[in-house]
């Protein structure tokens, strides 16, 4: 039984790791994706050559090595939001298959009680609806076809409707 023991507080360990990667995982991934996107969007005009000759104050000179900087920054941001995806998705990746490894007994216990009874019953359910469609679409068929023409006569004596080849009446029981 301490062999059971150690198993179960093994996967314990094991399912608390995945967890936590999962929970480190997830700001990494946001973070990472909204670092990302804010390198995105298109960057300020630079100044051009022409316009550095109408500046002898050199302010453009100073604006475009503003500008530069801002591009390195976004670069590194860039990449920094890579890296930070990268992390993201493989904390994630690697705490969710800790935490399926770790419970795969359950899972496969969790799988054959709740879920192949669920999966059995849409099957019968699908099976079930499919038969009732056939059922329908050969009733429309049938009611497609003109139904054989019933001449009927009516009692003398009570005013029932009956079949034409009936020789007494169904409901009084008078011969017609
Ligand atoms: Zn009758």
């Known amino acids: 039984m301490d062999d059971e023991r150690s198993h179960a507080s093994r996967r314990r360990t094991l399912t608390i790791c995945g967890v936590l990667l999962i929970v ?8 990472g994706i909204v670092k990302f996107t804010s390198t995105m969007g298109s960057p300020p005009p630079r100044s051009s050559t022409q316009e550095f ?8 000179d100073r604006d475009n090595a503003r500008w530069d900087a801002d591009m390195e920054a976004k670069k ?5 939001g890579m890296a930070f995806f990268a992390l993201g998705v493989l904390a994630l990746g690697v705490g969710s ?3 399926t490894f770790a419970n795969r007994g359950k899972l496969a216990r969790y799988t054959a009680n709740e879920v192949a009874p669920v999966v059995a019953d849409a099957v019968s359910y699908v099976a079930t609806e499919s038969a009732a469609d056939v059922g329908a679409a050969a009733r429309a068929l049938q009611g497609a076809t003109p139904p054989a023409e019933v001449v009927k006569v009516k009692c ?7 079949r034409e080849k009936a ?10």
């Open 167 to 176: 020789s007494f009446c169904s409901s009084c029981g008078k011969p017609l």
């Open 24 to 31: 480190i995982g997830v700001p990494l991934l946001v973070t």
């Open 53 to 60: 000759f109408d500046d002898p104050a050199g302010t453009m």
């Open 97 to 99: 298959s800790l935490v």
């Open 76 to 80: 590194a941001s860039g990449l920094g």
């Open 156 to 162: 003398r004596a009570c005013g029932s409707l009956e």
